[in-house]
């Protein structure tokens, strides 16, 4: 991660993370992930939901960073948000960290 352009950069989803909002997301997380940096944050705390577009997004963010030596964390996903990710199970893909949050497992 030497090479890193920055060290963190965090793209703050603040709606749902669905339908014709995937795209706007989609372009916002390719640009983080385009300055290169350490880490890329997405945080999902005021996401409400989330679809199988936008899982598909997260996947491809999640390998571009591992490409560039990044790591891509979802920070603060809500029960509803970890659940669609176990579904999908793409749950044991991604780094999550909770902050400010009960690390209760979902419902």
């Not at 290169?36 to 571009?64: E, F």
Request: charged share 25%; aromatic share 2%.
């Amino acid at each position: 991660m030497a090479d890193a352009a920055v060290p963190e950069a965090v793209v703050v989803v603040t709606g749902p993370f669905e339908g014709a909002a995937v795209e706007t997301w989609r372009r916002l997380i390719a640009d983080a992930v385009a300055a290169r940096p350490g880490r890329l944050v997405v945080d999902l705390a005021k996401c409400v939901r989330l679809d199988a577009a936008a899982i598909v997004v997260l996947l491809d963010a999640h390998r571009d960073m591992l490409r560039s030596d990044g790591r891509l964390t979802l920070r603060s996903p809500s029960a509803r948000v970890r659940r669609t990710l176990s579904l999908a199970r793409a749950d044991g893909v991604f780094d999550i960290e909770n902050v400010g949050l009960s690390t209760a497992a979902p419902e």
